[in-house]
């Protein structure tokens, strides 16, 4: 009888102890569900924002964003990683984020291929399906060559380029890059044609340069800055109606009769679907990076116009600057090789 009575008590008590730990792991569980739910659902924004660059480290998109992020941590109290995702002209990146969940807590650089890229036929991406958060600065192309190369004008490398067709190597930041539509539209201004190399940015183009590999190259004024300025690199154009505060002594396209020339621009960008709070609340606080001395002071160190535009002024600007590439980028693409 005792070990009958012993038995119950200890299946009593196993009984009770596991109540008791399923219990535990309920509490567990819907303590964790409840720390989620405040994270997201609580004041925005309270957990890390991704924020997914289209270019590869150490050009201008990825300077511009990771300056404007540091900037925004300040103002919105969460960290703001960048993570880069190159490839297809922006393509792979734009994609990636517009697929996000619409909650705020991934975000894209928005340069001026989110205006491209469907023109081009990489990927069904555009300003249409995006949410545009503010736009922060653009940027005129350059066309720059060795010191040691035989041509100092703008003049001088037309003449050379026709003389044989094809002979002149440009390499420029990638096919269907705003650099490579300039280089375009160059061809198409001068009737002149060239040899492409095409980088995965600006940064190895200009390496290429410099080593002798190419003869030329079309990259952002703010990007090839630091070589001209070391003596290595000569610019012979500024792809602009106005001279560049970096650049005050070389002519623009327009300035030489050629009314060419599209500037790069970065901006930033949402899922669709992001509710209209948050929306304003990253506008906010690229707005507050935007009014800073220190973001003032890289444009000018960059060869950038420091140009803010809110969401709504940024939406009209992209939808015609889509219209745009949508219209020329055929023509364009007559000249690609």
């Keep these: 009888m005792n070990n009958v009575r012993q038995h119950a008590s200890w299946r009593k008590g196993r009984s009770w102890a596991a109540r008791r730990q399923a219990a535990l792991v309920l509490l567990l569980t819907f303590a964790g569900l409840l720390a989620a739910c405040s994270r997201r659902d609580g004041s925005y924004p309270s957990s890390e924002i991704k924020l997914i660059v289209q270019a590869s480290p150490g050009g201008l998109s990825d300077t511009v964003s990771r300056f404007m992020a540091s900037l925004l941590e300040r103002e919105l109290g969460v960290p703001v990683v960048c993570v880069n995702r190159p490839g297809a002209s922006g393509a792979l990146a734009f994609s990636y984020v517009v697929r996000r969940p619409a909650d705020g807590y991934t975000i894209g650089h928005a340069p001026v291929e989110i205006c491209v890229v469907r023109a ?14 503010s736009l922060v600065a653009k940027s005129p ?27 002149l190597i440009m390499a420029h930041s990638g096919t269907g890059s705003i650099w490579h539509f300039n280089a375009l539209l160059m061809e198409q201004a001068t009737g002149i044609r060239v040899t492409y190399v095409p980088y995965g940015g600006s940064s190895a183009a200009l390496a290429s340069l410099l080593g002798g590999h190419v003869d030329c190259v079309v990259a952002g004024a ?23 505060r970096l650049y005050a002594g070389v002519p623009t396209s327009h300035e030489l009769g050629y009314g060419f020339g599209v500037p790069a621009w970065s901006g ?15 506008a906010q606080g690229f707005r507050a990076g935007f009014a800073t001395d220190e973001w003032h002071k890289l444009c000018r160190e960059r060869g950038m116009e420091s140009v803010y535009m809110d969401r709504e002024e940024f939406r009209a600007f992209a939808v015609v600057q889509a219209e745009f590439f949508r219209t020329e980028v055929p023509k364009l693409l007559t000249l690609k090789r």
Excluded: C, H, T
């Design 222 to 244: 703010g990007e090839a800055i630091a070589n001209v300025q070391a003596g290595v690199l000569k610019p012979l154009a500024v792809f602009d109606e106005q001279r560049s």
């Design 120 to 133: 081009l036929g990489y990927a069904d991406v555009g300003p249409d399906n995006m949410e545009l958060i």
């Design 141 to 167: 192309a350059v066309l720059v060559v060795r010191e040691d190369a035989p041509w100092n004008s703008f003049a001088e490398f037309v003449a050379a380029a026709a003389v044989k067709p094809g002979g």
């Design 268 to 282: 930033f960008f949402a899922p669709k679907g992001v509710p209209a709070a948050m929306l304003e609340r990253l």
